[in-house]
């Protein structure tokens, strides 16, 4: 093996960049040649490749977002645009790619894989809903931001004795809500995997007052049944009968943006150069991800196939904490 090729793909996640640096670092250092693909899986199908040094990635370890450019391909879903990413690999004689993204990303590892392509994928989306890692790339940064903008509303919601709806990204998946509800002190959290009706969060928040709270606060995920504009919606039309109005706060890419905090800096760190280790091992057809606080892998057919859970013993605790 003598070129390898790093592509982030997907969302963009605080930490990419320092998983990039760690993987063009340690290639070079095991004598490889490393090539950025730029604007992810769509700059592999366009043959958007350039060769890069370690002064290339200087600094990188503290920025968000990826400097190589990412886009979400729907071409990589189909027959022809995996045919011309393989053809683009074979063309600038790249032995291996290493794909650093989420679910939809490593979706496209394994296509590439089952088309006889050395592939690595390294875990990074900050909805935290990637099997195989635990925590992925950027999620326990975003959280860190969510966590923030909950500690603030929290202070205006005292003081006005309000009660305050803060929905988080996460797509289909509640993990970001679950924990930054947890660590919030959320009087409810509602989430696709354990959703609640209108009726069950206002009762909530009732008894929240009723215990003597100056306020309430609701963490939602975006992928709920009842997100937050059906749920200030239904706010809306029974405020009379519910006695108190709710405030709604959507903090959307403002999660994304951030910069990567000490663990997502390792995590990506770490995660990065084992990818470069395990291809020169000729481990390859795997995902790269923290496992059991170790770096470990899962074949990428098992990631591709199942489905991130949320703790049951997190979600009992939540209940508990909120009285």
């Known amino acids: 093996m003598k070129r390898v090729a790093v592509v982030t793909s997907g969302g963009d996640a605080p930490g990419m960049n320092a998983a990039v640096r760690a993987v063009v670092r340690t290639g070079i250092a095991q004598g490889l040649a490393v090539y950025g693909v730029q604007h992810g899986y769509e700059g592999l199908i366009g043959g958007q490749l350039k060769r890069l040094g370690p002064r290339d990635v200087g600094g990188m370890i503290g920025h968000g977002g990826t400097f190589l450019g990412t886009t979400r391909c729907e071409q990589m879903k189909t027959a022809s645009g995996q045919a011309a990413a393989v053809r683009q690999l074979q063309e600038h004689e790249i032995d291996a790619l290493i794909v650093i993204g989420g679910n939809g990303s490593q979706a496209g590892s394994l296509a590439l894989a089952q088309r006889g392509v050395r592939v690595v994928g390294v875990a990074s989306t900050i909805d935290n809903d990637l099997p195989g890692s635990e925590p992925s790339i950027g999620a326990t940064t975003a959280m860190d931001i969510a966590l923030e903008a909950i500690d ?81 919606a239904y706010f809306d039309q029974h405020a009379q009968h519910l006695g108190f109005d709710l405030r709604v706060t959507k903090l959307g890419h403002v999660q994304r943006g951030g910069v990567p905090g000490v663990f997502d800096r390792l995590l990506a760190t770490r995660l990065g150069a084992a990818a470069v280790e395990y291809l020169r091992a000729c481990e390859h057809g795997i995902l790269v991800g923290l496992v059991e606080g170790k770096v470990g892998t899962t074949p990428l057919e098992k990631v591709v196939r199942e489905t991130k859970s949320l703790d049951e013993q997190l979600l009992g605790l939540s209940r508990v904490l909120a009285t």
Do not use: C, W
């Open 152 to 232: 603030r509303l929290r202070v205006t919601a005292s003081a006005h004795r309000r009660a305050f709806l803060v929905e988080v990204m996460g797509r289909a998946s509640g993990q970001i809500a679950l924990i930054t509800g947890i660590t919030g002190g959320a009087e409810a959290i509602v989430t696709p995997e354990s959703d609640l009706a209108p009726e069950s969060v206002a009762k909530q928040i009732h008894e929240a007052y009723d215990r003597g709270k100056r306020h309430a606060i609701v963490v939602v995920a975006e992928g709920a049944k009842y997100n937050a504009e059906r749920m200030a």
